[in-house]
């Protein structure tokens, strides 16, 4: 047995999850907004609005943005993105040791 969960950062809204961050992720990876969504098989209006949301609720920029032309637009992350994506990192990290021995701790002698 192992204990699941989902974990948020919020204000008055979801601002940033697992979901925003597996964009952030294939956006770096890819260089591109558009790539990232259809590798996550989401919508580009999708994409874009949970970034936009994500800059709105965190008042961070998140994406360093070329305009299309012959050779393509793009995007980069920010380091303010690179820094939240750490930090997400190492906080779910911790977060999933902590969850798990809380699980054994409660739950061991029952299932």
Same mark, same amino acid.
């Given at each position: 047995?192992?204990?699941?969960?989902?974990?948020?950062?919020?204000d008055?809204?979801?601002?940033?999850?697992?979901?925003?961050?597996?964009?952030?992720?294939?956006?770096?990876k890819?260089?591109?907004i558009?790539?990232?969504? $259809?590798?996550l098989?989401?919508? /580009?209006? %999708?994409?874009?609005?949970?970034?936009?949301?994500i800059? =709105?609720?965190?008042?961070? @920029?998140?994406?360093?943005?070329?305009?299309?032309?012959?050779?393509?637009?793009?995007?980069?992350?920010?380091?303010?993105? $690179?820094?939240?994506?750490?930090? /997400?990192? %190492?906080?779910?990290?911790?977060?999933?040791?902590?969850? =798990?021995?809380l699980?054994? @701790?409660?739950?061991?002698?029952i299932i």
């Open positions: 047995m192992k204990v699941g969960y989902k974990v948020w950062i919020e008055k809204n979801k601002a940033f999850g697992k979901g925003p961050y597996e964009l952030l992720i294939q956006i770096n890819l260089g591109s558009n790539m990232a969504c $259809k590798n098989n989401m919508s /580009y209006s %999708k994409g874009l609005k949970i970034i936009n949301n800059e =709105n609720e965190l008042k961070l @920029k998140l994406l360093d943005r070329t305009i299309g032309g012959r050779s393509g637009g793009g995007c980069s992350l920010t380091e303010d993105a $690179k820094i939240l994506i750490h930090a /997400y990192e %190492k906080f779910t990290e911790e977060l999933d040791i902590e969850m =798990n021995r699980f054994k @701790k409660y739950f061991d002698n």
